[in-house]
């Protein structure tokens, strides 16, 4: 099911591994002012929630339901929904939406008091009451596998209401994804040495002699030019290489055996940058930034957010051709996007 589309897919880019952080109150207040980035973090990811929800049409969740089952995955045992139910009541709740139905859903801040802890006593009266239940727990789950618990659950639910009412919102729609990028990105500064390692090295190198710097970030010098062609997405190309660390620790290597083959399109975003630049018979080294190079992977020598350093030597180019896209994949995957 896709309910969690703008900021799960920037948790899985990132890579980025959260600290706890509980809620001081067992009930939630509009008036809690937003006390740190893990707050205003936790704001935004409420608001990003409420619009994924508007784009399948869940605006009328009752959100003392939905924090019951949130809840309950701190004791699955009280759970009033069976964990295998969860799903097929989400996707039955969805499918009695009609796609077509624009009508806005006035969302207003609650009344009465909501309960930010377990409520095994809570009635589900109808397919609402159950469905909000479920995807609250099923947030509840995502959020675990994520390692997302240091969210503040009075600020989630405060960005949520934030989003449907912009007049008392504390961070505007405009700005809600660079606060949650801008928490993420904090926390894996602080948790990887080579991000801040990294951002140093280029920043010096970029003064260098011959180095040029692309506009997403790729430093290269040519050492040699090439008078052959220039290779395209997907073609083939027969290069040597040598791979280091800034530290010069050497991860991989071509020079003292084979000429390697490779397809544009399969490699690393800083060798599909570059190599286009290349023609047959140049040379180049280039400064991979770790965003166009292995991201949040740790490879052993290659840490996670490592930058890297390759001299290539551009032997061949193979033309190639775009693989042919299967429309029966297509359609799969647009009936995916429905959920």
Not at 256 to 285: F, H, Q, S, T, Y
Request: aromatic share 10%; hydrophobic share 40%; with cysteine.
């Amino acid at each position: 099911m896709k309910l969690l589309s703008h900021f799960t897919i920037l948790f899985v880019i990132t890579g980025i591994f959260a600290s706890c952080s509980s809620n001081s109150s067992s009930s939630y207040s509009s008036s809690k002012a937003l006390e740190d980035l893990s707050d205003s973090a936790s704001y935004a990811i409420g608001m990003a929630i409420a619009a994924d929800f508007s784009q399948v049409q869940i605006q009328d969740l009752n959100m003392t339901a939905f924090l019951a089952g949130y809840y309950s995955q701190d004791d699955p045992g009280s759970a009033r929904i069976p964990e295998s139910e969860i799903g097929s009541i989400i996707e039955k709740y969805i499918s009695q939406k009609d796609p077509m139905d624009q009508t806005e859903i006035k969302v207003s801040p609650p009344s009465g008091k909501l309960l930010l802890k377990n409520n095994p006593k809570i009635q589900l009266k109808n397919l609402l009451d159950s469905a909000s239940y479920a995807i609250g727990y099923y947030i509840a789950s995502d959020f675990a596998e994520g390692d997302l618990e240091f969210i503040n659950m009075n600020a989630f639910v405060d960005g949520y209401y934030g989003y449907h009412n912009t007049g008392i919102a504390k961070i505007s729609q405009d700005d809600m994804h660079m606060v949650i990028e801008t928490y993420f990105m904090q926390k894996a500064r602080d948790q990887f040495p080579a991000i801040i390692e990294g951002e140093e090295f280029l920043e010096a190198n970029a003064t260098e002699e011959g180095v040029i710097t692309s506009d997403s970030g790729l430093q290269y010098i040519v050492v040699k030019e090439g008078k052959g062609k220039s290779p395209q997405m997907f073609d083939t190309v027969v290069v040597h290489y040598h791979g280091t660390t800034i530290k010069n620790v050497v991860f991989d290597s071509s020079i003292d055996g084979d000429p390697v083959r490779l397809v544009l399109g399969n490699v690393i975003e800083g060798w599909n940058e570059a190599l286009p630049l290349m023609k047959e018979g140049g040379k180049m080294k280039i400064f991979v930034p770790a965003e166009l190079a292995y991201g949040p992977r740790n490879m052993g020598v290659i840490r996670s957010y490592e930058t890297l350093i390759f001299e290539i030597e551009l032997l061949e180019v193979i033309k190639g051709k775009a693989p042919e896209f299967d429309p029966a994949l297509l359609e799969m995957m647009m009936r995916q996007q429905q959920y």
